[in-house]
């Protein structure tokens, strides 16, 4: 089998779970940040196709503001062997579409394509949470898709199968390469950063291109992107509890019950 | 507070961390109760390049020392001081193989050592020999290109899992205290086996086990320095390696406090949150002053105590002499006075901070399902073993005599 061309697409997100929104619906700025806990994932699940088929290559591609270079050299600390930031202030205010139109012009400049070619996604971000890039990338570049991977069973330079998980049970699919994968957080447990493999992430280079460098049409980008957020408010937060009573398990779980056919829940 | 760390030390703080939060907290209950030895944390200490934060990088290490040791085991620590053990007692195996050993031994022993592909150990106590090891009665006797050790050592940390242990006996009994060696043995060694495996009160996630030594060959080759000098090796390790039990006692104590912050900020008695009453307050603040201390101590020795011996690790690599040797040659100092202040100061501050936790989570604290009665149990050795904390203050004391009278005053 021929070496496998593989991309991980990845995002920096706010890595705090509780988000403050202010009266006007903006969100607070200060936050830290980390690699979006999904994509940690699709990461991991490429280095293990990069460990399954020798001589194979990886790199990482992000979206985002300066700092996101920070979230690329953590794909390097894990092993990926190159990154791409594409940052530009033509690119602020962008929705999934023209984020997955410049990832996708991003993959093109790589090279991605043909036999052997895939990129991987995490499932979701944790703070946009649309799910829709992995798949829009794939329509940019007129390849086949699949959300939800669960599971990679087999691969090739021509195919890959995979396990995706469905409401009523267990979908296997084979893909024609090149294609684009999303996948959830059962296809594995994502390994931790060494040392040697941090301290080599401090001094490797992250490339970085702007429009002009992926020769963007300023027309689908930035703010010209066809959808804009209309409103953002916080998750009220939720009023306490009540405790069920009781001494045993068995105790606690009759006085549930009863409370819940008393609330006519049951 | 920020300490001026290296870059390395950030990392070393930060892959500690991971470790600690993902992998050990979730099973920390388990080995606490099951006292199984932790192979799967073990596994990542390895994969994350911590068992040689402290080496040299011509075996394959970081190229740090003692602080970035403590950086790692405080870290760790954390949340375990049971699971974090194996770098420390895996440190207490290498440090004088770093120290004492040839150039033959350091590079036979020590990249196996750095890589974490083998776990060493220290052993020096017997029944008879604890806070006073010139006790010592294994014996070693010279039989052509071997030694035949005889006797039981006991109280072994990480034992029967470790692969590499440095353990002392006696080449001369005649000459007594001068009379003691240092070898390192290897597991699986005819003649060397494991006796009775301890119950203890904290540190449960590693094993203690006595070893037995029974007309056992070891190849004089695995002599450290010489003959009659293993009362010097065991100083000039501990002079090294006792910032560790600093830092793990730091660990436990901040650990403690963590949890007990957050209970007594979410606890209500008396329609209040417990933290907001001034009882519970001060003794928060007099436990995060006595760690901060604690730290501040710590981290200054071991800083200082790096920059004075790594020249001399380097002129011991480039010459091909012991680092021992190339420490007097430079007249490096000897550490025993700020290493046992360190050891001494941290281990009684986190038994203090523990108790406290458990003071300040009340009947809470003491259950186990709460992990507050586990960092108070596993906060006492620390003031025990490498040197019981009274043997720790004779030596301090003894070095202000010596430092005092040489400058004639």
């Known amino acids: 089998m021929m070496s496998l061309q593989l991309f991980v697409c990845v995002k920096q997100t706010p890595s705090s779970t509780s988000v403050a929104v202010d009266s006007t619906g903006r969100i607070q700025t200060d936050l830290p940040m980390a690699l979006n806990p999904l994509d940690e994932y699709a990461v991991e699940e490429t280095l293990r196709l990069k460990e399954r088929v020798a001589g194979s290559k990886s790199a990482a591609l992000s979206l985002g503001a300066p700092s996101a270079e920070e979230a690329l ?8 062997d190159s990154a791409v930031l594409l940052c530009d202030d033509a690119f602020k205010g962008g929705d999934s579409f023209a984020t997955a139109y410049l990832l996708s012009m991003a993959l093109r400049k790589l090279g991605a394509g043909g036999p052997g070619c895939f990129v991987l996604t995490g499932k979701q971000t944790n703070d946009g949470e649309s799910g829709q890039v992995g798949p829009q990338i794939a329509a940019w570049l007129g390849w086949p898709s699949v959300t939800s991977v669960r599971k990679i069973t087999e691969v090739s330079d021509a195919s890959i199968t995979v396990e995706r998980a469905v409401e009523d049970g267990i979908e296997t699919l084979t893909l024609a390469a090149p294609a684009v994968l999303s996948v959830t957080k059962e296809i594995n447990e994502p390994r931790l950063p060494s040392l040697k493999g941090k301290m080599a992430a401090k001094r490797a280079a ?13 027309s689908l980008i930035g703010l010209s992107s ?3 957020v209309a409103k953002l408010s916080p998750v009220p937060s939720r009023a306490g509890g009540e405790a069920v009573p009781g001494s045993t398990p068995e105790e606690k779980a009759k006085n549930l019950a009863e409370k819940l056919k008393e609330l006519k829940l049951l | 507070m920020d300490y001026g760390l290296t870059d390395l030390q950030k990392e070393i703080i930060d892959v500690a961390r991971q470790i600690a939060q993902k992998k050990m907290k979730p099973v920390r209950e388990h080995y606490d109760q099951t006292e199984e030895f932790p192979w799967p944390i073990v596994e990542e200490f390895r994969k994350a390049d911590l068992f ?16 970035e040791l403590a950086l790692a085991f405080e870290e760790l620590s954390r949340v375990c001081g049971g699971m974090s053990l194996p770098l420390g007692t895996s440190s207490l195996g290498s440090i004088p193989i770093l120290l004492f050993g040839s150039p033959e031994q350091r590079e036979r022993f020590l990249p196996e050592l750095a890589s974490g592909k083998k776990l060493g150990a220290f052993n020096i106590t017997e029944p008879e020999a604890g806070s006073d090891a010139t006790a010592t009665k294994a014996t070693a006797v010279r039989e052509g290109d071997d030694y035949v050790l005889n006797g039981i050592k006991n109280f072994c940390s990480s034992g029967k899992e470790a692969d590499l242990y440095v353990v002392f006996a006696s080449t001369s009994p005649a000459r007594g205290a001068r009379g003691i060696s240092a070898f390192v043995v290897e597991k699986g060694t005819p003649g060397f086996g494991f006796g009775k495996k301890e119950q203890k009160m904290g540190i449960r996630a590693n094993p203690t086990y006595e070893l037995v030594f029974k007309d056992c060959r070891v190849p004089a080759a695995n002599l450290l320095y010489k003959e009659g000098y293993g009362l010097f090796v065991a100083q000039g390790t501990f002079d090294l390696s006792r910032p560790g039990i600093g830092a793990q006692a730091l660990g436990i104590a901040q650990g403690a406090l963590d949890e007990t912050l957050a209970y007594a900020r979410m606890r209500k008695q008396f329609g209040a949150p417990i933290a907001s009453f001034q009882a519970i307050g001060h003794m928060l603040a007099d436990c995060a002053t006595l760690i901060e201390a604690g730290r501040a101590l710590l981290y200054s020795t071991a800083r200082a105590m790096d920059m004075e011996m790594k020249p001399a690790v380097q002129l011991a690599l480039k010459e091909r002499i012991p680092v021992h040797d190339a420490m007097r040659k430079l007249k490096t100092r000897r550490w025993t006075k700020e290493s046992a202040m360190v050891k001494v100061f941290c281990s009684d501050a986190a038994m203090k901070v523990t108790t406290d936790c458990v003071q300040m989570c009340g009947g809470i604290g003491y259950m186990r399902d709460f992990p507050v009665e586990k960092f108070m149990r ?11 904390n009274q043997i720790q203050r004779n030596e301090i004391s003894s070095m202000m005599i010596k430092e005092a009278a040489s400058k004639g005053q």
């Not at chain 1, 050299?73 to 990926?80: D, E, K, P, V």
């Not at chain 1, 992250?206 to 300023?218: I, P, Q």
């Not at chain 2, 040689?52 to 602080?67: D, R, T």
């Open chain 1, 73 to 80: 050299r953590a794909t390097l600390a894990l092993g990926i």
């Open chain 1, 206 to 218: 992250v490339a970085k291109w702007g429009a002009s460098d992926l020769g963007a049409d300023a």
């Open chain 1, 226 to 228: 066809p959808c804009a």
């Open chain 2, 52 to 67: 040689g934060v402290y080496l040299p990088e011509e075996f394959g290490g970081m190229g740090g020392g003692c602080f």
């Open chain 2, 378 to 388: 596993d906060a006492k050795i620390t003031q025990i073993y490498e040197g019981a």
